[in-house]
């Protein structure tokens, strides 16, 4: 068993309760881990499930084309600019030798987001928490190419992506040194993505935007911090007056510690059907799949003490 269950397990049991999105995500872990350790083993069961035995090969691979895209992408700026009418030429080649390394889109997600994230290829280097800095660079550098691969991975892609960005938003002082990541940077690509006219004509993203958009509401309502707060605050500065009524209150009671809606700390957010707006473009909440949707937030509320009823 990874040494990590059983820190978590000292933790809760011996410290204090870890916050929910922390418990959510070693779950995951832990149910990855037993099908890997354990599962697995038993037959091909789902091959789509099974991480193919030369992952390190193709993160390899995909990580030799990411450079190369980056330093093809890099020239085309310096010589053409990012105006609009400017696209990226190298794009169609570079995505297409991505999705030729593996033909599962699962694993190629994976890949993508190994290197993207957890290599710290989209962000700046030397970047400091505590200094701003400009993403414009970064933003003309990879938005090319991370709409193109939306485009086509969908789903997987993009909740891979932003939830591996939240999780360097949620995570704590200590569990970031070994990363060495700014938390203003994934917030920075967050509210981008999320946010930005240069990505409010993504068909799969607005197709997902009302998903992807709850699951980070819930993720920074869950997990209270500088970051996250900061992020939840701007977006409901960035989407029309429909979004702000329904996730406003949310931000209000979180930092007030009052008790909101029954007062159990638990607030239903499925008033469906609902039209968000951001650049003027309407989004409706699709339907039709079956992404994860939270129909109730655990909002982050002060902590009392046990036994008090003040």
Known sequence: MPASFVALRHEATH?????????????REALDWLWHFYWAKHGDLNAESTAPSNLDEIRASIKIELK??????????K?????DGVTSI??????????????????????????LVGEKMMFPSRAKSDIPI????????????LQRLLSHLGWKFLEGLVTRLLNILTETPQSLVSQKVPQNLPKAWLLHI??????????????????????VMATCFSSPGKWTNE??????????????????????????GKEFGDGSGVVDVTDGGKVW?????EFEEAEGHDSWVPTSILCMQRRKPVGSIA
């Open 15 to 27: 410290v204090a309760l870890p916050n929910l999105k922390k418990l959510d995500r070693a779950a």
């Open 68 to 77: 190369s895209y980056s330093k093809q992408r890099r020239n085309e700026i």
């Open 79 to 83: 010589d053409f600019g990012t105006g």
């Open 90 to 115: 190298h794009t169609e080649y570079i995505y297409k030798a991505i999705l030729s390394v593996h033909p599962t889109e699962k694993w190629c997600a994976d890949a993508l987001i190994w290197n």
């Open 134 to 145: 400009s993403m414009a660079g970064a933003f003309a550098l990879w938005d090319p190419l």
């Open 194 to 215: 999320l946010a930005s006219t240069e990505w409010a004509d993504s068909p799969l993203l607005n197709y997902y935007r009302h998903e992807i958009l709850s699951l």
């Open 231 to 256: 992020l939840a605050q701007d977006l409901i500065e960035a989407y029309n007056e429909g979004f702000r009524e329904e996730w406003d209150p949310i931000l209000d009671a979180s930092r007030s």
């Open 277 to 281: 707006t951001i650049a003027d473009k």
